[in-house]
């Protein structure tokens, strides 16, 4: 009979507390948007006899009072540190931590998502770059590396790599995965820090003919980074510093970004975007769809195209050094059927230069 009274007490005592942060959540004043999950937050629902009746205010509700939940942060925190640190979780969703960098799990392979990335290559090389040089290069994810040391559950990157190159047997596959290790990758974020990825990109232009002997200073946005892990997981780590690579050559590239279909001058590095939600977009004009780099200082008049994903916006400047012009395409942005109207294809050398996290889910190239 006690321990009954016992756990009627818990039960009313949680769903007494559940109903009074609720309805703090709907009195008080409401959040637009998490800095940390780097998302908006759902707002409060329309109270009407249509929405009652139709059942959407109860779940617009639900969804709305989670994300409003007073305190919501701290018991975000709480969760993660219950499920990885006391329950001895070795993931959370997907995500977990491991000396340090916080990581997200990447299995199984798909093998429908390289089909996908493979036909869509293909037909980006029949359209356009039959007259070219093209080059292919894979960059691994943290995953890859953080699973080799712990054994944790991971797709076959050897499988993904063989399968990658026997889709695209027309291009020359260009292997950086020996110049990169986990300390050249943001710890609480999906990418690579620039100032670690000299090698990568050396490796890279010297398969494409080039060299690159350019010397950079070091500069600090001042700036903490905080990245997307680091909202997802919600786990007290401390934030990156945020660096970028420059020199008077770089300083000296004309950048032009076509992302409203007009021409629009920018800064390789831009500086608002460093201080802004998401940092990273602070190399090569962060996810804008059609970019060109114009060096005046190149000592041959070469041109180079790089379709790519969102690990290509640091690292293209590196390459600035060994061409006269280099136009950045990202797919997961603009139809590749409009490229014809917005790019002159003339035997460029081209690199296709993709994260395994964009190859095993190709989807998101259009």
Known sequence: MHEKIRNYAVVGTVGLLTAVLSLC???GKDAAFSESERRALAQKPELSAESVLSGSFMTDFEVYTADQFPQRETFRTMHSLLRLGVFRQSDTD?????????????????????DHAGEKFRWLYEQYLTDSQVYFSIVPDKHYFLSQESGRLSLDYGAL????????????????????????????DTHWR????????????????????AEYELRETGHPFRGVYYGQLALPVEPDG????????????????????LPVQKPMYDMEKAAGRDPYELFLCGAD????????????????????????SSLVPLLA??????????????????LGNLVEFKGQDVLFLYSTLILNNSLALK
Do not use: H
């Open 25 to 27: 959540s709907w009195l």
């Open 242 to 261: 945020m660096y970028y690579l420059s020199n008077e050559m770089l300083d000296g590239c004309i950048v032009t970004s076509y992302n409203t279909g």
């Open 161 to 188: 790599v063989e399968g990658m190159r026997e889709r695209t047997e027309y291009m020359q596959y260009i292997d950086i995965f020996p110049y990169l290790d986990i300390t050249d990758y943001y710890r609480t």
């Open 289 to 312: 769809a059609l970019v060109t780099i114009e060096n005046p200082e190149a000592a041959s008049d070469r041109e180079l195209i790089v379709f790519r994903d969102s690990f290509g």
């Open 194 to 213: 620039q100032e670690c990825i000299q090698d990568a990109a050396g490796a890279i232009a010297e398969a494409m003919g080039t060299e690159l002997a």
């Open 321 to 338: 050094e060994g061409y006269s012009k280099i136009t950045v395409i990202d797919i997961r942005y603009v139809q590749p059927a409009m």
């Open 94 to 114: 997907g995500l977990y931590m491991q000396d340090g960098y916080l990581a997200q799990m990447q299995y199984p392979l798909a093998e429908a998502m390289l």
